[in-house]
């Protein structure tokens, strides 16, 4: 079956920085538009950034772009997370998920979902 298994998150202070991972198994990763999502305590899940199967489109949040880095290696069915310049309100667990092709920004669009990294960024 699908699996998404996150990886990399951890507390930090602000400014700092951390890469998030996410290893895909069980689906032809490079058929398939990969996206960020977060959920903070007592938020709804929100968009963070998404990349379609090439990497050549991506979508960023308003609140994150110039900050965070979108990627992909279909060669280890991974996708990443660059995030720098962490505020505290960056902190939440962090979600990656998998749909078909094209990228989207709302949550219900992606078929596949891991069980997330939380993220946590000190002031």
């Known amino acids: 079956q699908v699996q998404l298994v996150e990886s990399g998150g951890g507390l930090v202070q602000a400014g700092g920085s951390l890469r998030l991972s996410c290893a895909a198994s069980?689906?032809?990763?490079?058929?398939?538009?990969m996206g960020w999502f977060r959920q903070a305590p007592g938020k709804e899940r929100e968009f963070v950034a998404a990349?379609?199967?090439?990497?050549?489109?991506?979508n960023y949040i308003d609140s994150v772009k110039g900050r965070f880095t979108i990627s992909r290696d279909n060669a280890k069915n991974t996708v990443y997370l660059q995030m720098n310049s962490l505020k505290p309100e960056d902190t939440a667990v962090y979600y990656c998920?998998?749909?078909?092709?094209?990228?989207?920004?709302?949550?219900?669009?992606?078929?596949?979902w891991g069980q997330g990294t939380q993220v946590t960024v000190s002031s």
């Open positions: 069980g689906l032809t990763f490079s058929s398939y538009a």
């Open positions: 990349l379609n199967w090439s990497g050549g489109s991506t």
């Open positions: 998920a998998a749909r078909k092709r094209i990228i989207a920004t709302i949550s219900p669009s992606y078929n596949y």
